[in-house]
């Protein structure tokens, strides 16, 4: 594969939510993945396979879905990281850092991925802002579902 092709296939995203509650407890809510469907929309379901490994299908604006495994790699609540391997349509890591900020939680989201599914793999190119744009809208969704999820305690 060449290395404009890896690029084409691969997307690194940076998120940041400011949430008023405690980091304890937003740590504690990201860390219950299976729960995730309940607050984020866009989390269609989440299946737990074993202690540190599940099976998760999203679906934002566009109409598909991504299947991942997910896999714990780490989960320290002193420093606040959770972070997880990903495989299926998409390969790679994603990682929340939770950490006191504003009078409340500053939630750090990243992600380094490469798609995997064809679909999406054939449409690289001219597809690739319309991707980047459903991961914003998923993101978006995402900090507003928790929001809301944390206000009802």
């Given at each position: 594969?060449?290395?404009?092709?890896?690029?084409?296939?691969?997307?690194?995203?940076?998120?940041?939510?400011?949430?008023?509650?405690?980091?304890?407890?937003?740590?504690?809510v990201?860390?219950?993945?299976?729960?995730?469907?309940?607050?984020?929309?866009?989390?269609?379901?989440?299946?737990?396979?074993?202690?540190?490994?599940?099976?998760?299908?999203?679906?934002?604006?566009?109409?598909?879905d991504?299947?991942?495994?997910?896999?714990?790699?780490?989960?320290?609540?002193?420093?606040?990281?959770?972070e997880?391997?990903?495989?299926?349509?998409?390969?790679?890591?994603?990682?929340?850092?939770?950490?006191?900020?504003?009078?409340?939680?500053?939630?750090?989201?990243?992600?380094?991925?490469?798609?995997?599914?064809?679909?999406?793999?054939?449409?690289?190119?001219?597809?690739?802002?319309?991707?980047?744009?459903n991961?914003?809208?998923?993101?978006?969704?995402?900090?507003?579902?928790?929001?809301?999820?944390?206000?009802?305690?």
């Amino acid at each position: 594969m060449s290395d404009w092709s890896g690029r084409l296939h691969r997307y690194r995203f940076r998120s940041e939510w400011l949430l008023p509650a405690p980091p304890t407890v937003v740590y504690a809510v990201l860390e219950r993945a299976e729960a995730y469907p309940r607050w984020w929309p866009q989390v269609r379901e989440v299946t737990q396979v074993d202690d540190r490994t599940g099976l998760a299908r999203f679906r934002s604006w566009l109409p598909y879905d991504l299947t991942v495994t997910v896999t714990e790699r780490t989960r320290d609540p002193g420093a606040g990281v959770l972070e997880v391997t990903l495989a299926g349509d998409m390969g790679g890591w994603a990682r929340w850092t939770v950490r006191p900020g504003h009078g409340g939680t500053r939630v750090v989201f990243e992600q380094d991925v490469e798609v995997r599914k064809p679909l999406l793999r054939r449409l690289a190119l001219p597809g690739r802002p319309l991707f980047r744009l459903n991961h914003a809208l998923m993101m978006r969704a995402g900090r507003r579902g928790l929001a809301a999820w944390l206000a009802r305690g």
